[in-house]
């Protein structure tokens, strides 16, 4: 069963910064699309950035332009969302997950996903 495993979430003072981790079990990462969403309690889950198999980056959301980054790291089948500047508003449940064609497209494109991990920015 393919499998992805968020990790790096955690209580954060806003301006910090933060590293999640989405691993890939059964499969290797660097073969699809990778992307990172988020849901606030009570909102909907949003998209924030998206890597495709070719290297390209898609932004979903502007509010984290310049603060957000993903990158892969193919030796370590993992990919990673770089968080700096937190803001409050950025408290969410960050999620991984995978798109098999290997392309970011809309979130009904990805098919697997990872349990999630709690980010919180807060004082």
């Known amino acids: 069963q393919l499998q992805l495993v968020e990790s790096g979430g955690g209580l954060v003072q806003p301006g910090g910064s933060l590293r999640l981790s989405c691993a890939g079990s059964r499969f290797t990462l660097r073969t699809y699309a990778i992307g990172w969403f988020r849901q606030a309690p009570g909102k909907e889950r949003e998209g924030i950035l998206c890597?495709?198999?070719?290297?390209?980056?898609?932004n979903y959301l502007d509010s984290v332009k310049g603060r957000f980054t993903i990158a892969r790291d193919n030796a370590k089948n993992t990919v990673y969302l770089q968080m700096n500047s937190l803001k409050p508003e950025d408290t969410a449940v960050y999620y991984c997950?995978?798109?098999?064609?290997?392309?970011?497209?809309?979130?009904?494109?990805?098919?697997?996903w990872g349990q999630g991990t709690q980010v919180t920015v807060s004082s």
């Open positions: 997950a995978m798109n098999p064609f290997s392309r970011c497209g809309s979130s009904a494109d990805f098919t697997v």
């Open positions: 890597l495709s198999s070719t290297g390209s980056t898609t």
